[in-house]
């Protein structure tokens, strides 16, 4: 029994001692057959950066509106990709019932102050009469006055008769009348004025200004020097509404979206190297110019809720191209920090052991056949 169980382990030994060698042998023609790559250790320029990718946009971008709706457009003047300087006409709008409006508020303005000039005149005119009136008043007055003084002391010493007397007094009250009459005729034309026409000029004036400035604001101007990007505006279509596009299209920059594990690297000034599909293999400087300091925010004006949040970082490009043009999407590398003149190899190259480290292997030297039957085995590794 017992030599029957030595025989079984026997055959099972010799089982697994051929499985083994047929494994080993396998490995060895494969690895006899597989090509080692290996690398050259040069010295170079090491970058640490960060890749985000961005939109071509202008530095300087204005959009055109109108600020008379009322009145359709007339004529347009430009069409996209037109150049333009500040102040260029983009377009008019037809405003034939605003300045037949202009000119009757004009000859209001006009009949109004004539009207206050003929009432200014009538005013100084019967101001004079009646401070006439009144100063003849007075002089009938003073007259009447001393008749009667003069008649009562005579009736009181029986010297005139009672007829007289009556006649004195009814013709001093007659004279008292005439004067407070004439000193209230003064003080009623001193009380008019022109108060009311005097406002009615300045309102017709103030709408004169308001009509005159929307008769200038229906010429629709460029507000900088650029190029038309988009046109909205059509003859005898309302002029409502985002008009035009003007871009400076000599200063471009890269607009991005960086998120908020990396923003912290990212500083003003930082290079950046642009490239994009439609420059081929060209490259093109830039510098970080401008960080957002707050995350972007949805049309709300919160912060948008993501998992990671983004600021809008903008990237001066120093370098000008002709052939990127607004819109173009773009890859940015910022870089973080370089190192010039370095050993290294291809992340290819760093072999990652069972132990945790990281190994470069170093071919120690070309041998005719190794034990293992491969030509230029690697001996030895060393620790990054």
Not at 145 to 172: G, H, P, R, V, W
Not at 248 to 255: E, F, K, P, Q, R
Request: net charge negative.
């Amino acid at each position: 029994m017992k030599r029957r169980k030595v025989i079984i382990w026997c055959v099972v030994i010799f089982a697994v001692i051929a499985v083994f060698l047929v494994l080993r042998l396998s490995m060895i023609r494969a690895l006899e057959q597989m090509e080692i790559q290996t690398f050259t250790l040069e010295k170079t320029d090491l970058i640490d950066s960060v890749f985000v990718s961005g939109t071509v946009i202008s530095n300087n971008t204005k959009y055109v509106y109108s600020n008379v709706v009322s009145y359709p457009v007339k004529e347009v003047y430009v069409e996209v990709g037109d150049k333009v300087k500040a102040g260029d006409v983009l377009a008019r709008l037809d405003t034939t019932s605003l300045e037949l409006d202009i000119k009757q508020t004009e000859l209001n303005i006009r009949n109004a102050e004539e009207t206050l000039k003929n009432e200014k005149a009538s005013i100084e005119s019967n101001l004079q009469k009646a401070i006439n009136n009144l100063e003849l008043a007075s002089i009938d007055l003073e007259e009447a006055k001393k008749n009667y003084d003069k008649i009562k002391t005579k009736y009181e010493a029986s010297a005139s008769t009672e007829d007289e007397f009556s006649k004195a007094k009814t013709a001093l009250q007659k004279a008292q009348l005439a004067y407070n009459n004439a000193l209230i005729a003064l003080e009623d034309v001193k009380s008019r004025n022109t108060a009311s026409i005097e406002n009615n000029i300045e309102i017709q004036k103030a709408a004169l200004e308001k009509q005159k400035k929307m008769l200038n604001d229906s010429v629709i101007v460029s507000p900088i020097d650029g190029t038309v990007t988009m046109v909205n505006a059509k003859e005898n279509g309302t002029a409502s509404g985002l008009l035009f596009v003007i871009e400076d299209t000599d200063n471009l920059i890269a607009s991005t979206a960086i998120g908020e594990y990396d923003i912290g690297l990212i500083k003003l000034g930082q290079e950046v190297i642009v490239r994009a599909d439609g420059l081929g293999e060209k490259e093109i400087k830039g510098t970080v110019s401008e960080i957002s300091p707050t995350a972007i925010k949805d049309p709300s004006g919160n912060t948008a809720s993501t998992s990671n949040v983004q600021f809008e970082t903008k990237i001066t490009l120093t370098e000008k191209d002709p052939d990127l043009r607004i819109g173009m999407n773009v890859r940015l590398t910022i870089k973080l920090e370089e190192k010039k003149d370095v050993y290294a190899v291809p992340y290819d190259a760093v072999v990652m052991e069972a132990d945790g480290n990281e190994y470069i292997y170093v071919l120690e030297e070309e041998k005719e056949e190794s034990e293992s039957g491969l030509s230029g085995m690697l001996k030895t590794r060393s620790n990054i």
